[in-house]
Each structure stands twice: as structure tokens, then as C-alpha cells.
């Protein structure tokens, strides 16, 4: 079989497999007594194991087999989960997190684990093996009987819909057999080689410790015939008897057979195919994509997208009914399909913040803390072009928020706080936008500390530093290489990489706001756009060139009269619903050439808004509303002030993207 176009699907399924062993064992942690979670934690590891088998990386798999070991005993109470224990499987997934990502990027999967299986096996060491309450006999009639729990069950039926053989084998070695824990492991070798053992009796340490007599039975999951097993087996030395038998699930759980009693309707095998069809139906509804080819396809319908305005224009020019008629229909059919390709490439951010639990766990241990993370809104869609880019970001904010936003334990007591504290990281929709806030309880900034040393690095003057307001000093922490630590430790300093987090989040055309209170904590909300490509903007005209502001952070346009500007600390500025509001003329900042001298007598603005800071635009006038295709300017121009790319207008005209955020600052 050529495995190498099963990758993407592999890589794809390995990491939600562990994204589930992950985020199920900070939940086991919580709750060790809640078997169910290890059942949940084992199914994917299991998933895991054979993927990695049948694709060949061995490494990950004998890996991911010792940790299912570690697991089975938790599952059947022979284990306590403790702290050593879930480091050593934390530990664990972040080795098979390193494999799968060198797999993807190429590698063999490769990797040193003799450190990490030997803590594994040093766990499992020693256990006895217990039947639990849980399991089922089955198939009776044998020599030896087998117990079923659910989960095995589960396998077992899964490997037969998938059209595989269940075996029952009993193999019998010689009566002067001597090395019988060798013969044993040669069956096994032989076995696993054409199939998968579920489950043995007795156990495999029973077997590994000789604590049994001539004989041993077991399940297998095989596509190989009975007769072909058999041979197989019979080849190892010292084996006298094999026999293979089909296995069949013949009983069922109580749980079952209490359901099957109160809730059976009549027509049952009638609702079983249709429970079958329906969950056949609703598993065929969804196909992985990968990410390139609707990158491939987002490029043409933005061309797409530039040739429809190209087309709405001619229409207008020509006034030809026909026409018309058909450029509206062609429009709102490209607008749906706008819609269903913008939210094919809307991702959950859910898959940048379950990376987080295990960070602030780890974190929260090396610094001796007590903290309790929360995460809302993970369901929250963005695109995928803006969730590659927001992980760096959150890191350095959740680290900052853990090494110096939250205090010690005692520090809090201290002040009257309950020792654990608390760290929410939030997501949430607000019109064309995603806001997260990284919000924590701790100590807050020193604003008296930030600006001292705001001064003390010339970051700002001892002058400019009186006319500042308190959103404006936390913001200082932005800048780069600003640090009120006064160790920088292996972990953040406070400061340390956020100018990094701010330039990150306003290429990505978001923006980033703090609110701290001294001794109660410090929330920092980022604004993020939902989509990156296509945006809906305000055209206008400035003498003989056209620019175009987003309708996101547009208020409102507005006609003035020129009498009705003021001055204020030297600026002009207007009164706009009771708010002073800064005018920025637009022809001064971008330096556009004046055909004429004589100032007209009304002023067109657009007034816009970035947080609670407004200014007013002044334009020369509006042309209306239009999606755009948003287009970089390239590294050569990339560092063009308020200017935060460029588009095709539908008559070619190239029309520059104002960036309203950078005017307000």
C-alpha cells in the first residue's frame, strides 16, 4: 500500500487524537475519579497507536502503546492517578506532539523515547491486574472465559464493521517447554504482525511474571484467515496446540440489556438500519480540504470579485435593461458564494487555545503558583489566514499574565485574595470582528513604576509623561523593549516580546487595548478582523485620487460647515454628538497635490473610531460603498504610514486602503 497519500489524513486525525488525549487528561486531573475520561482518553490514544502501525512509524506507536498501558491500569482501579503519574503522560503527549510534527514537516518520526517509556513503565510496574465490575463474560462455553468491557467491545465491533476477522485463539506449548515467557513473546511478535491483540488470558503481565501453566488464550483482530494464523503460529518452536476459533460478542452489557427492555420499540430492527443509515449519512457529510487549495480558490474569486465591479460599472455606463438585470443576478449569486467561501476557511479558535491548559499547568508548577484557567468562547470562528498568525501572540500575553500578572500564593493571601488565581482567556464575536481578552486577577500594572521607566528609557519625555491618560500608560508596556521586570526570567519579562504581540496583531489589521487596576488585575483585549481578503469600505475621492477607509471602524460621514470647526490645543476639531473629535485632513497626510487654492465651504468627514478615541476625516468627497479585494503593497512598501494595503477598482483604478487605526494614534 502507498502510504504517502494517506499523510495529510494521518497528520490530520494524529493531532485531534491527541488534542483529546491532551485536554482529557487536565480534565482526568481534575477528576480522577471519573472512569469515563480515561475510557475517552484510551479510545483516541488506541486510534492513535494502530494509525501510527498501519503507517508504518514505529516509534510512535510503541510510544503510544506503553502509555495505553499506564491507562488500562487507571481504567481498572489498579492505578491512582497522581501528579507524578499525569506528568509522566503529559510529558508523554508532548513527545508524540514532537514526532507528528516532524512527520509533517517531512522527518521520519523518529525519536529518543527510552527516558519517557522507562517512567511509563516504571509506573506500571508492579500493578496486579483486577477484574472490574464493568466487564462482561462472554463466550462461556470455552475453556477459559474472556471479559469483555465496554471499550473492547466497542473495538471488537468497529474492526468487524469494518469487514476484519475477531479470532479466539488458545495456544498450548509443550509440556517441556523452558523459556515460556520467550515462546510467548514470539507468538505475540507473530501475531501482531498480521493483526491486533485486544486482550489475553491471562494478562500480559501474568504472562511477562510465568504465572500461568501450558496454556493462554486471546483476541485477535485480523484480516488473515484461520488456517493462515494457525500455520503461522505453529512455526514457533516449542508451541504444540493452536487453535483458532471464531469470536463473537454474544451477550450484552446490563446497561444494554436494561435499555434494550424499557426503550425497544416493536419495529427495533427497522430504527436499527435507520440508526445505521442516518449515522452512515450524517459521517459522509464532512471532507477535509487542504488549506492550499482553498487559498487557490479564494485568489479567484477575488478576481473574480474585481471583475464583477468592473462589470457593475460598465452596466451603469451603458443603462442597457438586459444587462443590468443580469449583472444583479451574477452579483448577489457571487455574494453567496463569497459567503460560503469565507466560511469554509473559518477555523474555531479552539484549536489555538487548547494548546494553553498544559502551558499554564506547567508554568503555574515551575513558578509555584496556584491558578485556575478558564476558557469561553472556543467555539468562536476565524480565519484560518488569522489563526496561524494569533498563537505567538496569546503565548507571550498568557506568560506575562502567569510569571508577573498573578502573585504567589502567600502574596495574595497577603493582600486578601484567595490563593488561586484565576486566568480567563475569552473569544467572542462583535459585528465584522473577533475580540479575545486574556483577563487575570492579579496585581496589575504600576503605572508609577511604567512611567518611570518609560522616562528612564526615553520611551517618552518627563513632559510628554503629564499630558498622558491611564489607557495611555498601560500602553506603554507595548513598546519595544520596554520590561518594569526587574529580572527577566526564562519565562517573560513584563514587556519583554509584547511589542512583538502588538506589530503581530496590527498586521493582521487587529489592535490591542490594556485596562489594568492596581491590586485587581489587568485585561488585555485584542481586536482581530474576521476575514483578511475581501472587505467591505467606504470609497472616497481626495482631488483626483481615490482611497478607501473599512466600514469597520467607520462611525458615521458627515457634510460640516467650515464655520462649525473649532481649535482646541491648536488642532481643529468638532463637536460631534457632544464629543470633541480631532479633524485629520487626509490630503496633508498622504501629501496629494492641489489643483486649486480657494477652501470650499462645507468639509466632508468621516468620522472613525478605534476603541474610545474618535477622529474625523476630511475628505474631498464620497463615491459609496464596496466590497474590495484587499492586496498587500509587497516588502518594498510595507512600511507605508496609514496606508494598510491596496485594491482594483472595477474601471482598473488601483485605490490605496487608509489604515484609520494608525491616523488615530
Not at 496590527?506 to 487596576?517: D, K, P, R, V, Y
Not at 477652501?599 to 464596496?626: H, N, P, T
Request: glycine residues 6%; contains cysteine.
Amino acid at each position: 500500500m502507498e502510504s504517502n497519500q494517506y499523510l495529510d489524513i494521518f497528520i490530520d486525525e494524529s493531532k485531534e487524537n491527541l488534542q483529546v488525549v491532551n485536554d482529557q487528561l487536565l480534565n482526568l486531573e481534575k477528576d480522577s475519579t471519573n472512569l469515563s475520561i480515561v475510557d475517552e482518553i484510551f479510545r483516541a490514544a488506541h486510534t492513535l497507536k494502530g494509525m501510527a502501525a498501519t503507517m508504518g512509524y514505529e516509534d510512535l506507536s510503541d510510544l503510544t502503546h506503553k502509555m495505553e498501558n499506564v491507562l488500562d491500569a487507571i481504567r481498572q482501579e489498579q492505578l491512582t492517578v497522581t501528579t507524578d503519574v499525569m506528568d509522566v503522560l503529559l510529558d508523554s503527549v508532548e513527545y508524540l506532539e514532537d514526532m507528528i510534527s516532524d512527520i509533517s514537516e517531512g522527518g521520519s518520526g523518529a525519536k529518543e523515547v527510552e527516558s519517557i517509556v522507562s517512567k511509563l513503565k516504571a509506573i506500571e510496574s508492579g500493578e496486579a491486574v483486577a477484574e472490574t465490575p464493568s466487564e462482561v463474560t462472554v463466550n462461556e462455553s470455552s475453556n477459559n472465559s474472556f471479559s469483555i468491557d465496554q471499550f473492547e467491545r466497542t473495538v471488537i465491533q468497529q474492526a468487524q464493521s469494518d469487514g476484519q476477522f475477531i479470532y479466539q485463539i488458545r495456544v498450548t506449548l509443550t509440556e517441556d517447554c523452558l523459556l515460556k515467557v520467550a515462546r510467548v513473546y514470539m507468538v505475540f511478535e507473530v501475531l501482531e504482525q498480521n493483526g491486533e491483540v485486544i486482550k489475553s488470558v491471562p494478562t500480559v503481565d501474568e504472562l511477562e511474571n510465568e504465572a500461568f501453566d501450558q496454556e493462554f488464550e486471546l483476541i485477535l483482530v485480523s484480516s488473515e484467515s484461520a488456517e493462515d494464523l494457525q500455520g503461522k503460529i505453529l512455526k514457533v518452536s516449542e508451541v504444540s496446540q493452536v487453535d483458532v476459533e471464531p469470536f463473537s460478542l454474544d451477550t450484552k452489557t446490563a446497561e444494554e440489556e436494561v435499555a434494550a427492555t424499557v426503550h425497544a420499540p416493536e419495529n427495533s430492527s427497522e430504527t436499527k438500519e435507520e440508526t445505521v443509515e442516518s449515522k452512515k449519512a450524517a459521517g459522509n457529510k464532512t471532507i477535509r480540504v487542504n488549506i492550499d487549495r482553498l487559498d487557490a480558490l479564494m485568489n479567484l474569486f477575488e478576481e473574480m470579485v474585481i471583475d464583477r465591479g468592473r462589470l457593475e460599472q460598465i452596466s451603469d455606463e451603458l443603462d442597457h435593461n438586459d444587462l443590468k438585470g443580469t449583472v444583479e443576478r451574477i452579483s448577489r449569486i457571487s455574494g453567496d458564494l463569497q459567503n460560503i467561501i469565507l466560511t469554509m476557511r473559518m477555523v474555531p479558535i479552539d484549536q489555538v487555545f487548547n494548546r494553553f491548559p498544559r502551558m499554564v499547568r506547567q508554568l503555574t508548577r515551575d513558578l509555584g503558583k496556584k491558578i485556575d484557567m478558564q476558557i469561553e468562547g472556543a467555539e468562536t470562528e476565524l480565519d484560518r489566514t488569522v489563526i496561524d498568525e494569533i498563537g505567538d501572540p496569546l503565548v507571550h500575553l498568557i506568560r506575562n499574565a502567569v510569571d508577573h500578572g498573578i502573585e504567589t500564593p502567600d502574596q495574595r493571601l497577603e493582600t486578601g485574595k484567595n490563593e488561586e488565581g484565576k486566568l480567563l482567556l475569552k473569544a467572542f464575536h462583535s459585528g465584522n470582528h473577533v475580540f479575545v481578552q486574556i483577563k487575570d486577577d492579579g496585581k496589575g500594572i504600576n503605572q508609577d513604576k511604567v512611567l518611570a521607566k518609560a522616562i528612564e528609557n526615553g520611551v517618552i519625555t518627563q513632559e510628554q509623561s503629564t499630558s498622558l491618560t491611564s489607557k495611555q500608560i498601560n500602553e506603554l508596556i507595548l513598546e519595544s523593549g520596554f520590561s518594569t521586570a526587574q529580572e527577566v526570567s526564562d519565562i517573560s519579562g513584563r514587556g519583554v516580546g509584547l511589542d512583538v504581540v502588538k506589530s503581530t496583531i496590527e498586521s493582521l489589521g487587529g489592535s490591542i487595548e490594556i485596562e489594568s487596576e492596581l491590586g485587581q488585575g489587568t485585561t488585555f483585549t485584542i481586536q482581530l478582523p474576521l476575514t483578511l481578503s475581501i472587505i467591505s469600505v467606504m470609497l472616497v475621492v481626495i482631488e483626483n485620487e481615490t482611497y478607501a477607509i473599512p466600514l469597520s471602524s467607520i462611525i458615521e460621514t458627515a457634510v460640516i460647515k467650515k464655520s462649525e470647526i473649532m481649535k482646541a490645543h491648536n488642532k481643529e476639531v468638532i463637536d460631534f454628538r457632544g464629543n470633541i473629535v480631532p479633524l485629520v485632513d487626509l490630503k496633508e497626510v498622504f501629501e496629494v497635490p492641489s489643483d486649486h487654492e480657494v477652501e470650499d465651504e462645507f468639509y466632508s468627514v468621516v468620522v472613525v473610531r478605534k476603541g474610545d478615541q474618535m477622529a474625523g476625516l476630511v475628505v474631498d468627497s464620497f463615491i459609496g460603498q464596496q466590497e474590495i479585494v484587499l492586496k498587500g503593497l509587497g516588502n518594498y512598501l510595507s512600511n507605508i504610514f496609514a496606508i494598510s494595503g491596496a485594491t482594483i477598482l472595477g474601471n482598473g483604478e488601483v485605490a490605496l486602503i487608509v489604515d484609520s487605526n494608525a491616523l488615530i494614534k
